[in-house]
């Protein structure tokens, strides 16, 4: 299976996250870069750099206002005397039609969800080129691949067309489907990840073009708690063309897979040509998010089911943290999906 990954990613070192009103070492760490493609090769992957594809495959996905607020927010905030050396929110709108402010403090608060997706000074170029890795994987499938990885990181899937939010910056899936869309495909997005993808639903949510299915941790008491629940099915035109399936804390391999059927044939019903996996590895029993039981071998089970579908897949990273097992658990993934 062709790889793709850009070295500009190692780039976004980010030191600190808050939960629980607690500042604490921030999980999203360059090394699961080196863990992630050594699991990769592990599979018989073979890596290969994305072509620059410029700001407009991005710009389809994200508000230009948005991304402006990207490339500059930590220069900005750096001119703040006592500031901190990431661009952390201490204020957010109560509505999103509020007033734009100008103040550097208060636009963070507009752009970023929570205090999880700080920014510093390499932030912008990792994400930037996160997204041009899953932009690659849309041209090898376009060139012929039936299935390509993206390592890209830092992940996508949290964040909305004008906002970062849960270590997402840039939607990666969302711009890989756009770009599908774009050369005449016919996307589902399919997120695995053990948190619910609701930046990528909140893109697609009032669209009929892409379906979005997303199997996660039930989110009544879990990141990210106000989106993903089961009665969310999309508005306007997109009603119908969102799929929720959460699952109880603690789900395993048998039970995933379970759900997964379901997933599936909601896939099938749309008429897809491409499937975009969401390749959350944070589902796994060990991960420091605590969410579910699959085993490494069940992320194995998992691929084998999603390629059994029979559709072109481009894989894009989203989570799964450093552990003993996170290589692993991509190479059982890869190696699973390839054997099928």
Not at 243 to 257: A, H, I, S
Request: charged content about 20%; glycine content about 10%; aromatic content about 10%.
């Amino acid at each position: 299976m062709k790889a793709i990954f850009d070295e500009r990613q190692w780039l976004h070192d980010p030191k600190n996250f808050m939960a629980n009103g607690r500042p604490l070492p921030n999980p999203e760490q360059p090394r699961r870069i080196e863990v992630l493609s050594n699991g990769a090769r592990a599979a018989g992957c073979a890596f290969h750099a994305p072509e620059d594809h410029g700001a407009g495959p991005i710009a389809a996905v994200h508000s230009p206002e948005y991304l402006t607020f990207l490339q500059t927010i930590h220069t900005r905030w750096s001119r703040i005397e006592g500031a901190s050396d990431e661009v952390i929110p201490n204020i957010h709108p109560d509505r999103r039609t509020a007033s734009y402010p100008r103040s550097a403090a208060g636009q963070a608060g507009f752009h970023q969800a929570d205090t999880a997706c700080p920014i510093a000074a390499g932030t912008w170029q990792s994400a930037y080129w996160s997204a041009q890795t899953a932009l690659g994987a849309v041209d090898a499938f376009l060139a012929g691949d039936r299935a390509v990885y993206a390592l890209s990181r830092p992940p996508g899937h949290h964040a909305f067309g004008d906002l970062a939010g849960g270590f997402c910056f840039l939607n990666n899936a969302a711009i890989a489907a756009e770009a599908l869309l774009a050369a005449g495909r016919r996307p589902s997005i399919l997120d695995i990840d053990v948190h619910h993808g609701n930046g990528t639903q909140g893109i697609f949510y009032h669209r009929r073009d892409v379906l979005t299915v997303s199997i996660h941790a039930d989110p009544v008491r879990f990141y990210p708690f106000f989106w993903g629940h089961a009665a969310e099915r999309g508005e306007g035109e997109g009603l119908g063309y969102n799929l929720n399936l959460p699952m109880p804390r603690g789900t395993t391999d048998d039970e995933f897979l379970a759900v997964l059927e379901a997933a599936l044939d909601r896939i099938a019903a749309f008429g897809a040509d491409v499937l975009v996996v969401a390749l959350g590895l944070d589902a796994h029993e060990n991960d420091p998010f605590q969410g579910f039981k699959v085993t490494t071998l069940g992320f194995a089970r998992i691929a084998k089911a999603i390629a059994a579908a029979g559709l072109p897949s481009v894989i894009i990273q989203e989570g799964g943290y450093l552990s003993d097992d996170l290589g692993s658990n991509l190479t059982s993934f890869l190696s699973g999906f390839q054997s099928a």
